[in-house]
């Protein structure tokens, strides 16, 4: 009789827990963004969001990339920069750009990896904050340029990276 008690008790324990971890991926699962702006009380923010992903801007200088609940990247730049790159990726970078004119008038850009360069239509833009997306850029090769472009196509901004 004993026996089958801690069987019984065994089991029932086991179904608890196995209960319990499905509740909490299911609640990670539908944390969101804004959630974590509440929670981490991020001022200001400004979101860039992506298939997988998004980038939340704060101030002149902090990135963050969210992915989930426990899943996110912080980075905070040098203030004294005219730039902030932040988010490093695979396949994207967050880049604050401090000055707001510069960046209202960026349209396009080109990024140069191994002297090999792409050129992209800037698609993902928060006022001065913008993700960029090359499939090439991959945090341990972190070298890479990137050139900037009004609508006219002259260059107005370099970033090397």
Known sequence: MEKKRSLFLVIFLLLVVALSQGCSSKNDKDYNVEQFIKEKQIINPKIVALKDKSYIFSGENTIYVFRNKGDFEYFVGEPNKSFVIGG?????????????????????????????????????????????????????????????????????LTVNH
Do not use: C, M, Q
Request: aromatic residues 8%; glycine residues 6%; charged residues 30%.
């Open 88 to 156: 490093l990726e695979k396949g994207s970078v967050g880049i604050i750009i401090k000055n707001i004119e510069i960046a209202k008038n960026i349209k396009s850009y080109k990024v140069i990896l191994d002297s090999i360069g792409t050129d992209h239509e800037l698609e993902y833009k928060e006022e001065n904050n913008l993700v960029v997306l090359d499939e090439r850029i991959w945090n341990p090769n972190p070298n890479f340029k990137i050139i900037f472009y009004n609508n006219l196509g002259e260059e107005i």
